[in-house]
């Protein structure tokens, strides 16, 4: 499966903003989608995950109360709603489909998108 993911930009602190990722080739719905960050000079962490069917989601810690992932499988989208934007929340932002939202928490990964720039000016 490709995944092209979009919607990054320069927000400022307490701002939205929404990322969505658009996937291509074998079936969406057969994957568990998520969405990791890494911001400069550290390592790739995890954000948000949803299961195939979008009824079970999980999120990390940091996006908690925050960022709401969501997904529409007759589109083949996968979205991250992001609110009260920090300057931390600064980073690459990909998506990545795996095999259940826990999984992809501990970083395993069948498919990764490309990634999109998000900046949060204090």
């Known amino acids: 499966v490709q995944l092209q993911a979009f919607g990054g930009g320069l927000v400022q602190a307490g701002g939205s903003l929404r990322l969505s990722c658009r996937a291509s080739g074998r079936t969406f719905s057969s994957y568990s989608m998520g969405w990791f960050r890494q911001a400069p000079g550290k390592e790739r962490e995890f954000v948000a995950s949803?299961?195939?069917?979008?009824?079970?989601?999980f999120y990390a810690d940091a996006g908690k109360g925050r960022f709401t992932i969501s997904r529409d499988n007759a589109k083949n989208m996968v979205d991250l709603q992001m609110n009260s934007l920090k300057p931390e929340d600064t980073a690459i932002y990909y998506c990545?489909?795996?095999?259940?939202?826990?999984?992809?928490?501990?970083?395993?990964?069948?498919?990764w998108g490309q990634g999109t720039q998000v900046t949060v000016s204090s």
């Open positions: 990545a489909a795996g095999g259940n939202i826990y999984t992809l928490r501990s970083g395993t990964v069948d498919y």
């Open positions: 949803i299961s195939r069917s979008g009824v079970s989601t």
